[in-house]
């Protein structure tokens, strides 16, 4: 998949990741990059095309997909953190992730599908969409949730050879994870992994320590990955 001079969405683009993947798609020759945010005023990217874009929103995506007519590359990246637990949270803040994670993510990919044969799709999931932390239950499943969606568009678009990749990163310093003291991967560092990833037609990319990690215990039997995890985020404590 060539980035240089593509046309290049990317969504949640006014901070974080999505701000990176703006600078960093400039950088490296994308033709046209539409960097959408629910508040496009707060996109601070210069050279990109600010676009209004809620990806909760029907019509505000079909708006997208009029206004954005030539893109070749999707990047899914637009998401929230609530910090809910499954059993004693707030229904409301679970349905809301999963409203934007899974239903959000699937609504923006069938919009653009049309127009991605030998495109590409990035998801932007996490390495907690395989490891449940303490205290996110309802993101924990939604990004599994949103994986799950990953590879089965993965199936249903390779007739029309779209590239369908799912970015798996642990902590990333930016606002979302402001609150983490431990280690944390610059974006510049994830988003250069994503987008090698994309240029090398690889379905999978595990952006830092902490991804690879969590993938290579998805063969053990739960009660060692949660040992094994609890330990590890303990050193890091």
């Known amino acids: 998949m060539e980035i240089n001079g593509a046309h290049v969405l990317v969504t949640g683009a ?32 210069p050279g990109v095309l600010p676009l209004r874009l809620d990806i909760t929103d ?9 206004a954005a007519p030539d893109v070749k590359i999707v990047i899914n990246n637009a998401g929230i953190s609530t910090g809910t637990d499954l ?3 707030d229904l409301g803040e679970i349905r809301r992730e999963l409203d934007t994670h899974f239903f959000g ?10 127009q991605l044969a030998d495109g590409a799709i990035l998801n932007v999931l996490s390495a907690v969409s395989w490891l449940a932390v303490e205290g996110a239950g309802a993101y924990h499943a939604a990004k599994a949730a949103e994986w799950a969606l990953t590879n089965h568009v993965r199936l249903e678009l390779a007739h029309r050879r ?16 402001a609150w983490y003291d431990g280690d944390k991967t610059a974006p510049e560092v994830i988003v250069a992994a994503a987008l090698d990833g994309i240029a090398a037609d690889r379905t999978e990319v595990l952006a830092d320590a902490w991804s690879r990690q969590v993938k290579a215990w998805l063969s053990e039997d739960p009660s060692v990955i949660y040992r094994e995890a609890a330990a590890a985020l303990a050193s890091l404590a």
């Open 105 to 114: 993510t699937l609504n923006v990919i069938r919009a653009f599908a049309p």
């Open 87 to 89: 059993v004693t949270g």
């Open 14 to 45: 006014n901070r974080g990741l999505g701000r990176q993947f703006a600078l960093s798609l400039l950088d490296r020759g994308a033709g046209r990059v539409y960097a959408t945010a629910r508040r496009p005023e707060l996109i601070d990217v």
């Open 162 to 177: 779209t590239l369908v990749t799912g970015l798996h990163l642990g902590a990333a310093d930016t606002d979302m994870m």
């Open 58 to 66: 029907p019509a505000s995506i079909a708006a997208a997909v009029a």
